[in-house]
């Protein structure tokens, strides 16, 4: 008898402690986190986690209230709950601020649901950011409320900060005279942009022959002049959402004058010719730029073993090569462009001289330099 009741306790032990681990695991909550990060620079990424979703999430709301001194200047979709929709504030400037996601069936994803991006103020200090939810603000696939628990987080500025403002720049090159040059404009610091217009105005000596994109601002559409020709002309950037991004915005193209010496580049804009996400005037630093023309390179022709140098020839330029008899007849002609150079050409009709020219194009017939003959006998 005594044997039974101990088994009898013993299997009541086991139940119980089997409703114990069930209890537990029904208690456990879903977290919803922001990073508590430090920082020396004017611009910082504040991650929002997700952690312990296990049965999944159908749809969520949560509210972000941060410390006034911070500015939000983009939230980004993470990598978790990516099978929802994030339903970002209309505006940034809002605080607190409300996201959602809402989706048809349960995600049960782990790790960063969205981030953050603040201009933080230059004195030194924490900066709190606080997580929030209602009861019922977090549903699973039957719509029901999942148990949720938030940690807030914080921006430590830890040292302080020089104010550092956006930056165009215009960038500078060198090229060899008469010879086509690249010209980059570039974005640094950029806090989100809307919407923009540059004025560029350059050295008339440069001739501008193409416009392009960049990388950056890809999201914006980019408006090029009428008339390539103008000088002064003017950039747009126009789209429905900042874009934070940086790089190049804009390559210019131009042919380098012949004559060496220093060309500037340059961009101007007035107040409000820059605008954020909430259509703010952005305060932009500009950085002009310039070409520098250095002498063309010489090359050497080789004809029939004899050889005669070209001065100030571009890669543009053609060479042509006339053969000629005794009696000044001509035997025929050769055409190169100065691409190909090293050029060697050999006497195969057994002329007495050659005469060497060096022409702009074949189209223009215009004479770079004067002939040079080469006696071929």
């Keep these: 008898m005594k044997k039974y009741k101990i088994i009898s306790f ?3 032990m086991v139940m119980m ?8 695991k029904a208690d456990t909550a879903v977290t919803i986190a922001a990073d508590k990060v430090t920082t020396d620079g004017r611009n910082i990424s504040v991650p929002i986690r997700l952690s312990g979703n296990i049965g999944g999430i159908c749809g969520a709301a949560i509210t972000v209230s941060y410390d006034k001194a911070l500015t939000l200047t983009k939230i980004e ?6 099978s929802l929709t994030m339903t970002k504030p209309g505006k940034l400037s809002d605080n607190p601020i409300k996201l959602v996601w809402d989706g048809l069936e349960a995600d049960n994803t782990n790790g960063v649901i969205a981030t953050l991006n603040f201009t933080v103020p230059q004195d030194t200090g924490i900066y709190n950011i ?5 009861d019922g603000d977090i549903v699973d696939g039957n ?5 949720v628990s938030t940690e807030n987080g914080s921006i430590t500025v830890s040292g302080e900060i020089t104010e550092q403002k956006p930056t165009i720049s215009i960038g500078s090159a060198t090229a060899k005279a008469g010879s086509q040059v690249k010209v980059p404009i570039s974005l640094s610091g950029n806090t989100g942009i809307c919407g923009a217009s540059l004025e560029i105005s350059y050295d008339s000596a440069l001739v501008l022959s193409d416009i392009s994109a960049g990388a950056a601002l890809s999201s914006l559409v980019m408006t090029k002049p009428g008339n390539i020709s103008s000088n002064p002309f003017k950039l747009v950037w126009d789209g429905l959402d900042a874009d934070s991004s940086n790089g190049t915005i804009a390559v210019l193209t131009f042919t380098a004058p012949t004559e060496t010496g220093s060309y500037n580049i340059s961009a101007a804009y007035t107040d409000g010719d820059i605008v954020d996400g909430d259509l703010s005037p952005v305060d932009m630093k500009i950085n002009q730029g310039q070409i520098k023309v250095e002498a063309a390179e010489s090359i050497t022709v080789e004809i029939g073993g004899k050889q005669v140098n070209l001065p100030e020839v571009i890669s543009s330029n053609n060479i042509l090569i006339a053969f000629y008899e005794n009696s000044g007849t001509m035997i025929s002609v050769k055409s190169y462009s100065a691409k190909d150079i090293p050029i060697k050409v050999t006497n195969t009709q057994n002329a007495a001289y050659a005469k060497v020219m060096v022409w702009e194009s074949l189209n223009t017939l215009k004479p770079v330099c004067n002939a040079q003959t080469v006696n071929l006998k």
Aim: glycine letters at 4%; one cysteine or more; aromatic letters at 0%.
């Design 10 to 12: 013993l299997i009541t």
């Design 17 to 24: 402690m089997s409703l114990s681990v069930t209890v537990i």
């Design 77 to 82: 979709n993470g990598e978790a709950l990516s």
């Design 130 to 134: 606080s997580i929030s939810c209602e």
């Design 143 to 147: 719509l029901s409320p999942v148990n």
